[in-house]
């Protein structure tokens, strides 16, 4: 069957992801963006996006249109998924999303059509999981009358650098008419090319062990922070001296959240599971930073003699974004408050009525207060590090301890009342 010329291409999940995708193919294409969230397809059409991703001039700018109708996805050409893939309870992969996109495009698929998937899963669940799915709903065959494709996403919320014009796209295709034809599609909204990947799986174990291996790394630099303090050490201090090596590999000790680096792991620890390979490395990286929050909760608490007053500054999942979902601040929080401390929280970024439903986390609305035994700074908003050392002493009583978690204040100067606590 040959492939269908891109006309309309729909793009399902206007999320992080799916939104800044759909209006670069919009100066291209016809676009169809489709959200199930009703909510997020209405203020995006009136030129609002809450992750900040695109800016609202380029919104009102872009021809790309918006629907929380799957019946509009008729007679797309390409359709390509960007739903989330989050972990449950019990960190196994929750395909739930993925499999109702695809029950959205089953449908529609006609001979010819192109079905790419960008959300992040485990080798072989393009073709094993979303393949049949389609082919049920279509009545077509896969890989015959329709084709699958594959296309990691690599963008990195709040970075205005690694835009998705500007970070190389791996894709793959069933077939390699389909590899040219994604190459051609993606090659006209990257300035940085695109790198055809030997098929499906090899692109899907690609995206996936570039977020594990991040994890894993974090979770070694996490463990020497922790031998390091038994020994009275800094890990900062240790790696300014390290880095100085040509191949160390910089990584920062720390809170790992977020649903990419904390999550993507688990799912290639499933697909392990399931072929009978134990994935001892992974899991041990993710216990480690999964703990890290209780260990720094244990320590900081320590250092006070006691539970106290503490002010944590930061509860989304990285600096400089809004998003609330997999908080390792919360779990910092959470873990303070089990040791007994009254735990008082300010998010520059986060949307307060989003972190009370999402958390049950009331934000105060300023940086205030005098009287805090502690100063946490969990999230490297730029907000926060721009506050003066006179300014942070002032939210703490004399002998108040600075918990530098991120390393954000290391350069300030602080009278010795202040007592200087990092990783
Ligand atoms: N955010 C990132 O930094 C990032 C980076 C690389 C890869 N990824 C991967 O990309 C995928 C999407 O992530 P995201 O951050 O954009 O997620 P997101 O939660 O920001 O957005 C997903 C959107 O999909 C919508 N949705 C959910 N189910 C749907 C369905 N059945 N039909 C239509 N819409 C549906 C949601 O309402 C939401 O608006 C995930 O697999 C993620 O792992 C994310």
Redesign the pocket.
Known sequence: MPLNSPQKVSV???????LPLAVALAEHFNVLG????HG?TEELAEGHDR?GEVTPDSLKKSRCTYTSEAADLANSDIFIV????PVDDEKVPDLG?LR??CE?VGPHVTGGSVVVF???VFPGATEDICGPILERLSGLVCGKDFFLGYS??????GDTEHTVANIVKVVAGQTPEVSDLLENVYGRITKAGVFMARDIQTAEAAKVIENAQRDINIAFINEATQIFHKLGLSMYDVLEAANTKWNFLNFQPGLVGG??IG??PYYLAYRAAQIGHDPDVLLAGRRTNDGMGAWIAQQITTALGGPARVLVLGLTFKENVPDLRNSGAYGLIKALEKLGNDVVVHDACADPAEAKAIYGVELIPDISGSDFACVVGAVAHDVYKDLSADALTALMKSGGILADIKGIWRAKSFDPNIRRWDL
């Open positions: 399902i999940g206007l999320g992080y992801v799916g489709l959200d199930i969230d997020r992750t960007a739903v989330p893939t999303p109702g996109a959205s960008e959300s992040t990691p996403e690599r963008m990195n919320p649903h990419c999550v993507d």
